[in-house]
């Protein structure tokens, strides 16, 4: 019982923790709309590309665990919110902030002395993958893919721009990243036109702002 309420206790934490950055975000958005016009600019050091990232595993996503050398060990199991999975005959595992190679791998050091075929494989069977997408869209709000996706692609999945409104070329996307709330500008522009760039991939709880066009009429 104890447990069970420390994990709902770090639970309600973090979800405060989600609604308070959360408000900031809608906060910021209000007030540069109310001001008629787009976000700063950004910081030279802050406009840097984000390279894709790899997969990382987040409470709440479905993993399967196969052993080819061993299929009755095999499991499906769904990351709890501590962040942890509860494999057969070795007791409890960190799954969260680890990539499913790097899951993979301490499960063969954990299981070394219990197999014969060392090979363990980590598949990703649903995501709790959540972002937010606001502004000059069709749908703007939660959307929830099964997988990591690229900022383009959450627009999409949010109904595309608005082409009346929509400033493309100025598309931000806010994140915490330690401690701190950070934008990252994005030219969707060169996307829209055929030309070759490199994909922006997002991370939870990302939020995605397609700011109105500048009209001064």
């Known amino acids: ?46 406009a840097t590309k984000v390279a894709p990232d790899v997969q990382v595993l987040n409470p709440g996503d479905v993993i399967k665990i196969s052993f080819p050398g061993a299929p009755n060990l ?23 902030e680890k990539t499913p190679a790097e899951l993979e791998k301490e499960l063969r050091a954990a299981y070394s002395s219990q197999l014969q075929d060392k090979e363990v494989k980590v598949t990703v069977v649903s995501s709790a993958f959540v972002v937010y997408v606001m502004g000059a869209v069709a749908r703007p709000g939660k959307i929830t893919p099964d997988r990591s996706i690229t900022a383009f692609e959450a627009i999409m ?33 060169g996307i829209l036109d055929g030309a070759q760039t490199e994909p922006f991939y ?14 001064w009429f």
């Open 202 to 215: 997002l991370k939870p709880f990302d939020t995605i702002y397609i700011p109105e066009k500048v009209s």
């Open 74 to 96: 095999e499991t499906t199991q769904q990351i709890r919110r501590d962040g942890r999975i509860n494999p057969y005959m070795i007791g409890e595992v960190k799954a969260s």
């Open 157 to 189: 999945e949010a109904g595309g721009f608005d082409p009346s409104r929509a400033n493309i070329k100025d598309v931000r996307v806010i994140r915490q990243e330690g401690g701190q709330m950070k934008t990252y500008p994005i030219n969707m522009k």
């Open 1 to 46: 019982m104890h447990k069970s309420l420390e994990v709902t206790g770090r639970y309600s934490k973090a979800m405060r923790n989600i609604s308070l950055r959360l408000a900031a975000v809608f906060a910021l958005l209000a007030l540069y709309s109310g001001c008629g016009t787009t976000l700063p600019p950004v910081p030279p050091s802050m």
